[in-house]
């Protein structure tokens, strides 16, 4: 019955435990790391495209119409988020980086909650004479019985 | 009067049986009386004799129909009660009575009563008329009357399980030990012309030991040997004490093999005096040993609650030879000490075991748990059997297995023989194994998950429990009150069995033993101390002071310390945990609780069980072979 | 004051029981990272504790699936108060990637009210010192308050 | 006057208080050296202390399958035998109970604290309890037998006339006469077998098959919680304290300064090195022994040097 290890642990006895003294003294983590996402609204011009890529489907978006426009609020469920850092590689205006910080500790789970929200402005909108109003009326009058499902699958139009 | 009590409480036991072969056949009340009242006639006779003979010493000698010795010759047959016999025959009669008490409920549900009581106060007279005898040929009608009993009673469930069998091993090893002893005795009487214990032992000391009458004596030695089951003739015990109603197992274990024990007493220390020649303690002590150890190991891998208590019996029985076979003064005492002890404990045990049998109708370990709530008062009365045979202080197990550790080392350290060093290895060890033993009873009898026969268990009646609780108390009180029993009972009877001029004289006339040249010298002092003595009152007291002080200090930190719940039905709080699975679905279980200690000495194992196969011939073989290596020893060595 | 002391002593000795209600292993290997020496998170008194009867810290970890739901409102249940229930990185509470699969039950919500949750996929060890230190202050609390 | 000072002795020194303090502080000394040894900071000294006050703070909650006298009465009744074992140990010249101390007593009250984790594990209804004190009862097997040996070795070796003793008092005065045990070569493997006995005895890492956290659920302690599970927890410290002691009085025994403080503070000392060599060390460097390799380590080795010694003893030397 060998004993190897007694050497090893009556060194270590009297040498420097290894172990970080973490809460007291902060730690900085490598490059690279992936940690708490940081939003930056104002460059983002609400593509989607982030939404699209995020596999736990942790980012939402809610529009909100207001007087100068659409009030567009991203938000990152960094609860849900599992740091795959797809969203900001897809972000052609790169509104969204994931930041060095690690400790997401919270009580209440809507803290974990990143948002960013800006106002996407509505085209200035063509003031339209009364003769060109009444023809389009006239002409939507004149579609509607015909193509009423074309124009409920394109609603853009 | 007093003269006659002994004899008195020898026939009453025979009436007894007598009178309910008549009268018991149709009326359950007047069979249990008869019973009842037959068996507390003794214990009452007996009673009356502890203070003359216990106390003050005297010997009380008895020939039947007057029959007095003439010109110094014993023709009659002789009843002597010296402290020794008294000791054995208040075993004895508690045992019966107490058994008798608690076979009127337990055995309730059995047909042909009457037979049972019958042979049932015809082994206690076989016993006890053993015990009080000072006849050589007596004793062995006695063994013969308590043998053909204990084997009807074996068979007497003979619905169950292996009861013939055991009955039918039982009678053949039985058979040859009887054998042996009438061969015994014809041995002895060719040589010395005269059946008296006292006389034999007066004639054997001035004549000294010719090789016949040391085969004479080794037969009876192996004879006696059977009677008390120590190894070689041991496995039949298991058969029968497992296989008898528990009343009757405990009669088994109080009493019957205490026969056998105070037959080898009787003929070691007084008719032969052979106890002063070291191959005769080797030869005991070595015997002992093998019986202690062979048993608790054997008992370790038993599965029927009664069995392993049976092998428990045959593992003391083994101590108190030990203890005997040291022929020290403290040695004799503890020995002594020790049967007394493994009266009350194993009785108990029995009567647990019986009570639980009577609840559920098994003593099938693997089929029994949980019973601890359904019975609170047998788990009670069990710790306390099983703390006691285990030997934990302050019961009184403790008490007598101390004196032999200490007889034992004391006399390896005199002898400066390294052999009794190792005895009292094995002596600590073996309690060790008993005390690890009855653990895995307790777990898996009372304590551990209620099992499925058990959840219609009740606890038994009063009848059946106030024998426990008697037997209970006196094993704790024993324990506590060490100098009291050692003064009026273990030390007079200690006295007795090394006292053989004395013996003789109360029995031939005093001053016969000077006529032949025999020295009045007695061969041991029985003044002993026990190193580091202690008290176990005192330790008790403290025991109870600290227990209340700890329940009165919990009980004021409540307010700061977390509520103890009770369960609620139905919570899952208060399921067991099973690692998150629902009960019925785990898989977890530990079912050989001597899986690593069986692992390591399987091969020891192996062989033993293939020792104990349960083949009557197999015993049989045992039986004359170990009889025949005894006698090779004793003409080699004596 | 015994009572101050049983209080302090609460957030300085809180010992975890690990539940793994489905998780891919990751949060479980980064909590028992949080006992080598490197973090050596007894040197705050946290200790991994066989038996939920002990623990008065319950690290969940792992969306709940319907195998181990039943299983894990079983031992949860069997946690002494006070306790505190922390969900382990992202999968508890909101079911990170396995959202809405047909198999999973959570969030964790349903079961039990959490205390606290550490986010992270998986959360550095540091972060499940920090969320256990926090859970041991709220434990404190609540013996507090009781 | 008699009856305050007896509750003095039971109460405060060398009873319940005292072996508790001293016994919490060696747990903490263990758990921070084995943390040094293994290059962890470890937690702080009085860290056993928090443990035990939390675990008085905590709910306590009783199985439906447990049976609930015996359930509550286990711990307690450990703790009792382990405080009546500390008034019997002699602290050097000093026992506060003198002349009833005794090797036999000690044998079968150390075999009580065991006992009570098998019969309160038992009580708990749990199937891995079942399994615990199940290895906890192969655990006893495997030690008892070393230990004896070595208690009977001592028992010969203190008896001045070619005896034997079983008394400790004896024994100390053997010790203040010719030295103490461990100056004599032929006790030293008899030394090292009790060394290796007292992890063991209190159940410390690598032989605590029977509390296996890791395996079977801290085995005979699954069901307990709150202040029964705080008993138990003091329990395994006192016992750690009262096995160091007993170490001490049997082979580092003698007359003392004389002085009662010093006399204590040298046997904390002594309690303390004994410690960190039996417990902390091999918890350090080994791993959790499978249960039949550990009896197989008692029943060889350890035993061995136990009879190497007892031999020696036995030739006179």
């Known amino acids: ?157 | 009067m007093i003269q006659h009590f002994p004899i008195l409480s020898i026939m009453s036991l025979f009436l007894g049986s007598f009178l309910i072969v008549i009268f018991g056949g149709k009326n359950r009340f007047i069979r249990n009386s008869l019973a009842v009242l037959f068996s507390a006639i003794p214990l009452v006779l007996i009673c009356c004799l502890i203070k003359p003979i216990l106390i003050d010493g005297e010997i009380f000698s008895y020939w039947m129909g007057d029959w007095e010795p003439v010109s110094g010759f014993a023709i009659g047959i002789g009843l002597e009660v010296d402290a020794l016999s008294l000791f054995f025959a208040l075993l004895v009669v508690l045992t019966i009575f107490l058994a008798a008490v608690f076979s009127l409920k337990y055995m309730s549900r059995d047909d042909a009563l009457d037979k049972y009581y019958t042979l049932f106060l015809m082994l206690g007279g076989g016993v006890l008329g053993l015990v009080l005898s000072g006849d050589l040929f007596n004793m062995y009608i006695m063994v013969e009357i308590l043998t053909f009993a204990s084997v009807a009673l074996t068979a007497f469930r003979n619905w169950g399980k292996g009861s013939l069998e055991a009955a039918f091993k039982y009678l053949v090893v039985g058979s040859i030990g009887s054998a042996f002893i009438l061969t015994g005795v014809i041995l002895i009487y060719a040589q010395v012309h005269t059946l008296s214990l006292a006389q034999i032992s007066a004639l054997l000391a001035t004549e000294g030991l010719t090789p016949a009458t040391i085969f004479g004596f080794a037969l009876l030695f192996a004879g006696y040997a059977t009677k008390a089951y120590i190894v070689p003739f041991h496995p039949v015990a298991a058969d029968a004490y497992m296989t008898a109603p528990s009343s009757i197992s405990m009669v088994f274990s109080g009493m019957v093999n205490k026969a056998g024990i105070y037959g080898m007493i009787r003929l070691v220390y007084m008719v032969f005096q052979a106890m002063s020649q070291s191959a005769m303690q080797y030869i005991i002590v070595i015997l002992g040993c093998l019986t202690m150890f062979i048993g608790v190991t054997m008992a370790l891998s038993q599965h029927d609650f009664k069995r392993l208590l049976a092998f428990h019996s045959i593992s003391q029985i083994g101590y108190v030879l030990t203890a005997v076979g040291l022929a020290t003064a403290l040695g004799i005492s503890g020995g002594l000490y020790h049967a007394l002890n493994h009266t009350l404990f194993k009785g108990l045990l029995f009567l647990c075991a019986g009570a639980v049998f009577y609840s559920v109708g098994s003593t099938d370990l693997d089929k029994l748990g949980g019973l601890a709530k359904k019975m609170p008062q047998t788990t009670i009365i069990f710790l306390i059997g099983a703390f006691s045979i285990s030997g934990l202080p302050p019961f009184n197990g403790f008490m007598s297995k101390w004196m032999i550790y200490q007889a034992a080392y004391e006399k390896a350290a005199l002898e400066g023989s390294f052999f009794y060093a190792l005895v009292t290895i094995v002596g600590l060890l073996v309690s060790v194994l008993t005390l690890a033993s009855f653990i895995k009873v307790t777990q898996s009898v009372f304590f551990g998950q209620l099992a499925p026969g058990c959840e219609k268990a009740k606890e038994v009646p009063f009848s059946m429990r106030w024998p426990m609780w008697l037997m209970a108390i006196l094993c704790v009180l024993t324990g506590l009150f060490p100098g009291f029993v050692n003064r009026y009972l273990v030390v007079p009877a200690s006295a007795a069995a090394i006292d053989t001029t004395g013996y003789i004289d109360a029995m031939m006339g005093a001053g016969y033993g000077q006529q032949l040249g025999l020295s009045p010298e007695t061969a041991l002092s029985l003044e002993y101390e026990l190193t580091g003595y202690w008290d176990p009152i005192a330790w008790l007291v403290l025991f109870v002071v600290l227990l209340a002080g700890l329940m009165i200090s919990l009980g004021l930190g409540k307010a700061s310390r977390g509520p103890v719940r009770r369960p609620v039905p139905a919570d899952p709080k208060y399921d067991t945990f099973f690692g998150g699975e629902a009960s019925q679905h785990s898989h977890v279980g530990g079912s050989d609780l001597f899986w690593g200690l069986k692992h390591n000495l399987r091969h020891y194992f192996r062989f033993m069980h293939s020792m104990h196969s349960g083949v009557v011939n197999d015993y049989a073989l045992w039986t004359v072979a170990g009889t025949a290596v005894i006698i090779l020893f004793m003409i080699l060595f004596l | 004051m015994f009572k101050k002391i049983i209080d302090n002593s609460m957030a300085k000795s809180p010992w975890i029981y690990h539940i793994n209600t489905g998780s891919c292993n990751g949060c479980d290997i980064e909590l028992v990272s949080v006992i080598t020496p490197r973090y050596d998170a007894e040197r705050m008194g946290f200790k991994l504790t066989g038996t939920p009867r002990h623990a008065d810290i319950v690290v969940v970890s792992g969306p709940v699936t319907s195998q181990s739901k039943e299983r894990l409102v079983r031992t949860l249940a069997q946690v002494p108060e006070p306790r505190v229930i922390v969900s382990l990185g992202s999968c508890p509470r909101p079911c990170n990637v396995f959202k809405g699969s047909y198999s999973v039950e959570g969030p964790l919500d349903k079961f039990c009210e959490v205390d606290v949750s550490v986010a992270g996929c998986t959360p550095k060890p540091e972060a499940i010192i920090d969320g256990l230190a926090l859970a041991a202050q709220i434990l404190k609390e609540k013996r507090r308050q009781k | 006057m008699q009856i305050l000072l007896d509750l003095f002795y039971v109460l405060i020194f060398p009873g319940f208080l005292f072996c508790a303090v001293v016994g919490l502080l060696l747990a903490g000394i263990d758990r921070k050296i084995v943390a040094r040894m293994q290059k962890r900071m470890g937690p702080p000294i009085v860290q056993p202390f928090y443990d035990f006050f939390k675990l008085l703070g905590k709910e306590t909650i009783i199985p439906h399958a447990a049976s609930r006298g015996v359930f509550i009465a286990a711990p307690l009744l450990g703790l009792v035998s382990l405080v009546v074992m500390a008034l019997f140990i002699p602290v050097f010249g000093f026992t506060a109970f003198s002349g009833v101390a005794d090797l036999i007593v000690i044998l079968y009250l150390l075999t009580i604290p065991a006992a009570a984790i098998i019969v309160g594990g038992a009580a708990s209804g749990s199937p891995y309890a079942g399994v615990g004190i199940s290895r906890e009862m192969v655990a006893i097997v495997a030690y008892e037998l070393p230990l004896i040996i070595v208690l009977l070795t001592v028992g010969k070796k203190a008896a001045l006339d070619g005896g034997i003793t079983f008394s400790f008092t004896e024994i100390q005065a053997y010790q203040a006469e010719f030295g103490s045990m461990l100056s004599h070569w032929s006790m030293i493997p008899a030394a090292v077998a009790m060394l290796l006995v007292i992890p063991s005895e209190v159940g410390s890492h690598p032989f605590d098959v029977a509390e296996a956290e890791t395996e079977i659920c801290e085995g005979p302690l699954v069901e307990y919680s709150g202040s029964l599970l705080g008993i138990y927890k003091l329990n395994h410290a006192i016992k750690m304290f009262i096995l160091t002691a007993l170490f001490a009085a049997l082979f580092l025994g003698g007359a003392g300064s004389g002085i009662l403080i010093v006399d204590v503070l040298l046997l904390l000392l002594i309690c303390t090195v004994v410690t960190i060599l039996s417990m902390s060390l091999p918890h350090a460097i080994s791993a959790r022994l499978k249960v039949e390799k550990m009896f197989k380590f008692y029943w060889t080795l350890v035993t061995v040097l136990a009879v190497i010694s007892l031999v020696l003893v036995w030739m006179g030397f």
Do not use: W
């Not at chain 1, 973490?22 to 996402?37: A, C, I, M, N, W």
């Not at chain 1, 740091?83 to 500790?105: G, P, Q």
């Not at chain 1, 809507?110 to 003031?127: C, M, Q, Y």
């Open chain 1, 1 to 157: 019955m060998g004993l190897p290890f007694i050497k090893e642990a009556i060194t270590q006895l009297f040498s420097k435990p290894s172990t970080e003294k973490y809460p007291l003294v902060k730690k900085e983590v490598s490059d690279g790391f992936r940690g708490k996402l940081v939003f930056h609204p104002e460059l983002c011009i609400n593509c989607g495209m982030c939404m699209r890529v995020c596999a736990p489907q942790a980012i939402t978006r809610t529009i909100e119409k207001t007087e100068e426009g659409d009030r567009i609020t991203m938000e990152f469920h960094m609860g849900s988020c599992t740091f795959c850092s797809m969203c900001a590689d897809f972000c052609s205006k790169n509104s969204i980086e994931l930041s060095k910080e690690y400790s997401m500790v919270v009580t209440n789970e809507d803290d974990l909650k990143v948002r960013g929200s800006f106002i996407k402005k509505a085209p200035p909108k063509k003031e339209l004479s009364p003769e060109q109003l009444a023809k389009l009326k006239a002409a939507k009058a004149a579609k509607d019985g015909k193509a009423e499902e074309e124009f409920d699958s394109c609603p853009d139009a």
